[in-house]
T-cell receptor, first 114, second 115 residues
C-alpha cells in the first residue's frame, strides 16, 4: 500500500457528462501528479500541483481541470466526456517538488465512458 | 525534449534465469531516471532511480539497473527471475519545466517469467 488513496475505484458514465476524481496524497507529501493510462496512448502525464499551486502541465485537454485544496487532497474534473476518455487515471504524490524524488502512485480510477 | 524508449514490448524468461529489461534515454543535461513496476489492477510501484554517482543502482525486490552514459541506456536487471516478477515495467525520466517537473514514461515492457 503506497499511502495514496483514490476514489472512486470505478466510474461508468455517458458521453457528455462530467465527473470528478479524488486523490489523497501520502501523509506529508506536498506534490500531487495526475496521469492517464490508456492502451493506445500509454501512460501520459497530465498535471502537477505543489502545495496548492499548479506547477507543470502535460497533455491535459482543455475539458479537463484539476486543483489541489488546502488539505492537500486533489481533484481531477473531466467534462464533456467522450468515448476516448475511457482510461485508468492515476494520482501520485511526492514529498517535494524536486525532480529527483520518486513518486508514490495510488491504485487508480478506471473510467468507462459509454 | 527528454524521452525514454523501451524497445521491447515483451520479455520472456525462465524462472531462475537472469533478466534484462531495456531502456534508452534522450536528455539534455543530467538525467533523473526511474524504473517502476505495475502489477495487474494496481498502481505503479517505484523500483529504483539514478540521480548521480555510482552507475549501478540497486533497488527493491532484488532489481538493479546500470546507467551507461556512452550508450544512453538504463537497463533493468535481476540475477535470478521469479514467477512473481511477471508484470509491466516502465522506465521514466523527469523533465524540468518552468515551475515543476514532468515525468515521461516509456511505453512499458511486459515481463513474463515461466516456471
Amino acid at each position: 500500500d503506497s499511502g495514496v488513496t483514490q476514489t472512486p475505484k470505478h466510474l461508468i458514465t455517458a458521453t457528455g457528462q462530467r465527473v470528478t476524481l479524488r486523490c489523497s496524497p501520502r501523509s506529508g507529501d506536498l506534490s500531487v501528479y495526475w496521469y492517464q493510462q490508456s492502451l493506445d496512448q500509454g501512460l501520459q502525464f497530465l498535471i502537477q500541483y505543489y502545495n496548492g499551486e499548479e506547477r507543470a502541465k502535460g497533455n491535459i485537454l482543455e475539458r479537463f481541470s484539476a486543483q489541489q485544496f488546502p488539505d492537500l487532497h486533489s481533484e481531477l474534473n473531466l467534462s464533456s466526456l467522450e468515448l476516448g476518455d475511457s482510461a485508468l487515471y492515476f494520482c501520485a504524490s511526492s514529498v517535494t517538488l524536486a525532480g529527483m524524488v520518486e513518486q508514490f502512485f495510488g491504485p487508480g480510477t478506471r473510467l468507462t465512458v459509454l | 525534449a527528454q524521452s525514454v524508449a523501451q524497445p521491447e514490448d515483451q520479455v520472456n524468461v525462465a524462472e531462475g534465469n537472469p533478466l534484462t529489461v531495456k531502456c534508452t534515454y534522450s536528455v539534455s543535461g543530467n538525467p533523473y531516471l526511474f524504473w517502476y513496476v505495475q502489477y495487474p489492477n494496481r498502481g505503479l510501484q517505484f523500483l529504483l532511480k539514478y540521480i548521480t554517482g555510482d552507475n549501478l543502482v540497486k533497488g527493491s525486490y532484488g532489481f538493479e539497473a546500470e546507467f551507461n552514459k556512452s550508450q544512453t541506456s538504463f537497463h533493468l536487471k535481476k540475477p535470478s527471475a521469479l514467477v512473481s516478477d511477471s508484470a509491466l515495467y516502465f522506465c521514466a525520466v523527469r523533465d524540468e519545466v518552468t515551475g515543476g517537473f514532468k515525468t515521461i514514461f516509456g511505453a512499458g515492457t511486459r515481463l513474463f517469467v515461466k516456471a
